[in-house]
């Protein structure tokens, strides 16, 4: 069974940075995709960042130019590199991964458990 574990999150200033991390085990197969979702209170889950196995990436507009999504494939690890952060940032951030084991299977996702990022202001 894939299990996701989150670190990282924590309560910091405008303007200050944060980096979290995820680490996924319990697969034998290559990760096709990592992402980064996060929840603000009273609105609905949303993208905020994500990295193909490619290794290219696409960002929520919010945080273009602030943020950065990278994967260290050798640990099956995904990060979230958060810099400028504002208080609309504050929110739980959650860990996604999808594993296609071959090019005929179905696409497995799984989600971690949610790390708590409060941006104060």
């Known amino acids: 069974q894939v299990q996701l574990v989150e670190s990282g999150g924590g309560l910091v200033q405008a303007g200050g940075s944060l980096r979290l991390s995820c680490r996924a085990s319990?697969?034998?197969?290559?990760?096709?995709?990592m992402a980064w979702y996060r929840q603000a209170p009273g609105k609905q889950r949303e993208p905020v960042a994500d990295?193909?196995?490619?290794?290219?990436?696409t960002y929520a507009d919010s945080v273009k130019g602030r943020f950065t999504i990278y994967r260290n494939n050798a640990k099956d690890t995904v990060f979230l590199q958060m810099n400028a952060l504002e208080p609309e940032d504050t929110g739980v951030y959650s860990c996604?991964?999808?594993?296609?084991?071959?090019?005929?299977?179905?696409?497995?996702?799984?989600w971690g458990q949610g790390t708590q990022v409060t941006v104060s202001s």
């Open positions: 319990g697969t034998t197969f290559s990760i096709a995709r």
């Open positions: 996604y991964v999808a594993i296609k084991p071959s090019y005929t299977s179905p696409v497995y996702e799984y």
């Open positions: 990295i193909a196995s490619s290794g290219s990436t």
